[in-house]
């Protein structure tokens, strides 16, 4: 049974914004902090976000300052706010546990940034 469902993604504009988000199973939200990830064409995936089951935040430097990522725990929902988004945000975006380690990933939602 799928465990991460990913949603939001599109075309943007730079500059634009854009919002995600992930649905994830009662047991593994419930239990473990949660992040999001990427993956461009060509490059191993990375972490972009993570947030503790206290509500405590980490971002990678890249997107410091224009993305937030939060979560609805009534719902099982995480949620990726993106903005000022640029051309090197274009990514495969997925959520998982926040070490990245939960088998298996989502299918991702694809982030494209172009004029």
């Known amino acids: 049974q799928v465990q991460f469902v990913e949603s939001g993604g599109g075309l943007v504009q730079p500059g634009g914004s854009l919002s995600l988000s992930c649905a994830a199973s009662?047991?593994?939200?419930?239990?473990?902090?949660m992040g999001w990830f990427r993956q461009a064409p060509g490059s191993q995936r990375e972490l972009v976000a993570r947030?503790?089951?206290?509500?405590?935040?980490d971002y990678s430097d890249s997107v410091k300052g224009r993305f937030t990522i939060s979560r609805n725990s009534r719902w099982n929902m995480l949620y990726l706010q993106m903005n000022n988004l640029k051309p090197e945000d274009t990514a495969v975006y997925y959520c998982?546990?926040?070490?990245?380690?939960?088998?298996?990933w989502g299918q991702g939602t694809q982030v494209t940034v172009s004029s």
């Open positions: 947030i503790t089951s206290n509500d405590n935040t």
């Open positions: 998982n546990v926040g070490d990245g380690n939960y088998i298996p």
């Open positions: 009662r047991s593994i939200f419930r239990v473990y902090g």
